[in-house]
């Protein structure tokens, strides 16, 4: 399986951006899948969580009311609304298929296939 992630770049403090992430194969509506970030010198970390039919959401409290995933089955694609972007949303941001569920969804163990990452940077 493989994951390609679009749609970063350089946008200012209280901007928006829209990421995407699609996937290869034919399965992609039975995969859960999830959005990470990783900031320079910091651990990845969580971001949101989307459930495999789009019902049922989850995001990383430093992100909630900003930030809305969703998911088109049809276009194999994930993607992550960000607005009111401030410079501590500046990462790479990754999008990955959970296959373990015997771990949380926030946490990256759980996740077993992810793509290569797309930089988000949000300036003032």
């Known amino acids: 399986v493989q994951l390609q992630a679009s749609g970063g770049g350089l946008v200012q403090t209280g901007g928006s951006l829209r990421v995407s992430c699609r996937t290869s194969?034919?399965?992609?509506?039975?995969?859960?899948m999830g959005w990470f970030r990783q900031a320079p010198g910091k651990e990845r970390e969580f971001v949101a969580y989307?459930?495999?039919?789009?019902?049922?959401?989850t995001y990383a409290d430093s992100v909630k009311g900003r930030f809305t995933i969703s998911r088109d089955n049809a276009r194999n694609t994930v993607y992550l609304q960000m607005n009111s972007l401030n410079s501590e949303d500046t990462a790479v941001y990754y999008c990955?298929?959970?296959?373990?569920?015997?771990?949380?969804?926030?946490?990256?163990?759980?996740?077993?296939?992810w793509g290569q990452g797309t930089l988000v940077t949000v300036s003032s």
């Open positions: 194969g034919q399965y992609f509506s039975t995969y859960d």
């Open positions: 989307i459930n495999r039919g789009g019902t049922n959401t």
């Open positions: 990955a298929i959970r296959r373990i569920y015997s771990t949380p969804y926030y946490q990256s163990r759980s996740y077993h296939y």
